[in-house]
């Protein structure tokens, strides 16, 4: 097949919605007809998409996952993963460090940009994660030698946990304002996973229950505030483009957004786990419910909507984490590892809340406001700037690489149905409105 014809699509853009005839040939845009009231121009083709009542975003970003390779492809693999990704209209994710072994070298990204170049499917950025000083020096080396000019070309910044989570990657004592500073002066967009690990420690040690909701008391909302609390502060001494992963609480997010109005550089994301889900749902998950930052009360939920209708949440990215289901069952719960998968339901969640509906079989809704433009602002726009990925628009001349989306289309979630690895999903049973088709190759 060499041209291919997407007929009467509407184009979703930042300026507004654009209803267009695409002409693309071996995977490039060649023409946008936009349609206007005259008579229309009649284009032909090898292949022909009818896309009356359709959507079309260019295909969508995830920018936190862990696609587990190398090392952990018990819990996935870069193939594995890429298809599910693909199957939820994403075609570009950003991939954190805490594999097996972690990313903390130019050797370990090298051999992870080998693999990706075998994946056809998705394009995978590498974040570079830093636990120890040394790490910081090769990344150095990777920012600023010419030799590592195609391998800086795939890392999409640098990734540091302040406390542990999956894969113990917490900083060393003065690392964290290490890497602050490394990350200002060579310009590195600079990923936080904000829980204070003081604070996580003493509720730990302090802690009798042993249910799964536990989780929720033990790494509290205190614990993200006050990370990101110093996080910000950090960031206002050093200059560092700070970005904070998986906000989940309202506390930290009045931060960021009084953060933004002081004129600082910080961005941040939310996880639709936190979104959708709450301590509520403790209840029917169990320990696949177990994640870093945990469930929050649904008055978080609540603030995290309001955060994404002021415009102070920047982007939605999934945290993708499979695990497998067994290892999600061990006992006692509160060892279960946390995480969970995300990747492919990120996208069809937010087109059911802009449909008007709400997911979640069983809470009340909030009503959130979305419209279909959020989702390509919180999904492709800002994430794309963010982590300067360089993601086509669409435009003539531009990779023909597309999210064709049916509106109305219903279905649901069945972890068995979907792609991951892991073969489960804490969104089991929803009902979903909307389906998104990639189109193109990335
Ligand atoms: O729940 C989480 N899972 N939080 C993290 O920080 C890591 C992730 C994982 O890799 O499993
Ligand atoms: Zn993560």
């Avoid at 005259?38 to 022909?48: M, Y």
């Avoid at 993200?224 to 502060?233: N, Y």
């Avoid at 994640?291 to 939920?301: E, F, M, S």
Wanted: charged share 25%; hydrophobic share 40%.
């Amino acid at each position: 097949m060499t041209s291919l014809l997407i007929r009467g699509g509407t184009i979703v853009r930042p300026t507004g919605d654009e209803r267009a005839d695409i002409l693309m040939n071996e995977g490039i845009i060649g023409e946008i007809f936009v349609r206007t009231t005259g008579p229309q121009k009649l284009l032909a083709a090898d292949q022909t998409i009818e896309a009356n009542g359709q959507l079309l975003f260019p295909g969508f970003i995830d920018c936190h996952v862990h696609f587990r390779e190398p090392g952990l492809e018990q819990k996935g693999t870069m193939e594995t993963e890429s298809q599910s990704a693909i199957a939820g209209g994403v075609t570009t994710v950003c991939e954190m460090p805490n594999t097996n072994p972690p990313t903390v070298s130019i050797a370990a990204l090298r051999e992870k940009v080998r693999i990706a170049e075998g994946i056809s499917t998705c394009d995978i950025r590498f974040f570079f994660g830093v636990t120890q000083s040394e790490n910081l020096q090769e990344l150095r080396r990777l920012w600023t030698e010419q030799e590592y000019s195609s391998l800086r070309d795939r890392c999409c910044g640098v990734k540091l946990y302040i406390d542990h989570s999956t894969g113990n990657q917490k900083a060393a004592k003065g690392v964290v304002e290490e890497a602050f500073r490394v990350c200002a002066e060579l310009k590195i967009p600079l990923v936080v996973h904000c829980e204070d690990p003081v604070l996580n420690a003493r509720a730990a040690k302090l802690n009798m229950h042993t249910e799964i909701a536990a989780h929720s008391l033990i790494r509290a909302p205190e614990s993200e505030q006050r990370a990101i609390t110093s996080a910000i502060e950090s960031a206002k001494e050093t200059g560092a483009q700070l970005h904070i992963a998986h906000l989940s609480t309202k506390r930290g997010l009045e931060l960021v957004g009084q953060a933004k109005k002081d004129g600082l550089p910080i961005t941040c994301e939310v996880a639709p786990h936190h979104l959708f889900l709450s301590t509520e749902d403790y209840e029917t998950l169990g320990t696949l419910g177990k994640i870093n930052p945990p469930l929050r009360t649904p008055d978080h939920c609540e603030a995290l909507w309001a955060g994404i209708e002021s415009g102070t949440i920047d982007c939605v990215a999934s945290d993708h984490a499979p695990h497998t289901f067994e290892e999600k069952q061990v006992m006692p719960a509160l060892t279960a590892p946390s995480g969970v998968p995300g990747v492919e339901t990120m996208i069809p969640l937010l087109l059911t809340v802009a449909a008007g509906r709400w997911p979640h079989p069983r809470r009340r809704s909030f009503q959130p406001k979305l419209m279909y433009a959020d989702i390509r602002r919180l999904c492709f726009d800002r994430p794309n700037e963010i982590f300067a990925l360089k993601r086509p628009m669409i435009e003539s001349a531009a990779k023909a690489n597309l999210a064709l989306v049916e509106p109305e289309a219903e279905w649901e979630i069945h972890g068995a149905d979907l792609h991951s690895k892991c073969g489960w999903t804490p969104y089991e049973g929803w009902k979903i409105t909307g389906k998104a088709t990639v189109v193109g190759g990335w």
